[in-house]
């Protein structure tokens, strides 16, 4: 749990009464490594401010993510997150606003190039039948 200032400048203010650092913690409920930390910050920095936290809030333009889909057919999330530098859960969830999927052409490539390598295979197996079925006639 994050302490506020006040709170801070009240255990600091015990211990320069003359408290020690173990008798401070125990009555604030805090780790005397934490009054350390806390002393060392006024110490270094002159302040007891909590650190701001960076987050890096970017949203990826759709129209230039439809673009880079369109000229990389075959790019994989990792790549184009890559290229607009996020994560590629952020990518997925940029397409998916944007109504793209990612359908990989070699995925369908693959499954025509089978369906016709299966068609083959039977047009085989139907031609050598019938070739048995006239053997058996004649």
């Given at each position: ?135 058996k006639l004649v």
């Open positions: 749990m994050a302490c506020g200032i006040d709170f801070r400048k009240r255990v600091l203010a015990y211990v320069e009464e003359g408290h020690t650092r173990k008798e401070t913690a125990k009555l604030f409920d805090i780790s005397t490594n934490t009054l350390y930390i806390w002393e060392k910050q006024l110490k270094e920095q002159g302040h007891l401010n909590r650190k701001q936290r960076i987050s890096k809030a970017q949203k990826i333009p759709l129209d230039k993510l439809e673009k880079f889909v369109k000229k990389h057919l075959n790019a994989f999330l990792k790549e184009i997150a890559e290229e607009f530098s996020c994560t590629p859960s952020t990518i997925w969830r940029a397409l998916k606003r944007a109504g793209i999927t990612l359908k990989k052409q070699l995925a369908i490539e693959n499954r025509i190039q089978k369906k016709f390598v299966n068609t083959r295979i039977l047009l085989r197996s139907y031609l050598i039948y019938q070739l048995f079925i006239v053997m």
